[in-house]
Antibody, heavy 124, light 106 residues
Framework: QVTLRESGPALVKPTATLTLTCAFS??????????VSWIRQPPGKALEWLARIDWDDDKYYRPSLRTRLTISKDTSKNRVVLKMTNMDPIDTGTYFCARTPGIAAREERAFDVWGQGTMVTVSS | DIQMTQSPSSLSASVGDRVTITCRASQSISTYLNWYQQKPGRAPNLLIY???NLQSGVPSRFRASGSGTDFTLTITSLQPEDFATYYCQQSYTTPWTFGQGAKVDI
């Protein structure tokens, strides 16, 4: 069974750095084609893709947030970490991690399993 | 970035209704288009991948089609558990982008 679970602080202060961890099981991020992304959702608003890390350690970021984001993986511990610097109240929302089982295959390039999400509030 | 535009943004329907949601991409994305259902307080759930393929476990009343820039999601007979928000998402090129959502309520 494939599962993902996000963890991190519920409250961060403006200008702080947010560190979120996605712990997963049921698959390996060293499997060819495998990928994990971070997606966020401000309260009452749409989903927004943030970043992606692939099995071969390739990384992709939302251009508008590129300077603030860092994604990394620890394959041995089955974890993906997202760091976001200089947090602002506009970054408040639920942060999800999700798996894409096959980056190279059109029929597998979707988020097939999601974590439950973690709510992050940015406030002083 | 590829912009994804859904219509309508919201609609009211009744159980048993046929409901259609459209998604338009700002440039051609072939069939790199996925559909998700999200209920309040829950993570999204993959319904359709690669424009028209039903994800395992998803009821057959969900149907989808399209290619290039225009896509549709149809629920052939709306059930009580289908009242939710539906998102399209392109995976043609990064940054992957979502539509703004289409809320289906009673």
């Amino acid at each position: 069974q494939v599962t993902l679970r996000e963890s991190g602080p519920a409250l961060v202060k403006p200008t702080a750095t947010l560190t979120l961890t996605c712990a997963f099981s049921g698959f390996s991020l060293s499997t060819t084609g495998m990928s994990v992304s971070w997606i966020r959702q401000p309260p009452g608003k749409a989903l927004e893709w943030l970043a992606r890390i692939d099995w071969d350690d390739d990384k992709y970021y939302r251009p508008s947030l590129r300077t603030r984001l860092t994604i990394s993986k620890d394959t041995s511990k089955n974890r993906v970490v997202l760091k976001m610097t200089n947090m602002d109240p506009i970054d408040t929302g639920t942060y999800f991690c999700a798996r894409t089982p096959g980056i190279a295959a059109r029929e597998e390039r979707a988020f097939d399993v999601w974590g439950q999400g973690t709510m992050v509030t940015v406030s002083s | 970035d590829i912009q994804m535009t859904q219509s309508p943004s919201s609609l009211s329907a009744s159980v048993g209704d046929r409901v259609t949601i459209t998604c338009r991409a700002s440039q051609s994305i072939s069939t790199y288009l996925n559909w998700y259902q999200q209920k309040p307080g829950r993570a999204p759930n993959l319904l359709i991948y690669s424009a028209s393929n039903l994800q395992s476990g998803v009821p057959s009343r969900f149907r989808a089609s399209g290619s290039g820039t225009d896509f549709t999601l149809t629920i052939t007979s709306l059930q009580p558990e289908d009242f939710a928000t539906y998102y399209c998402q392109q995976s043609y090129t990064t940054p992957w982008t979502f539509g703004q959502g289409a809320k289906v309520d009673i």
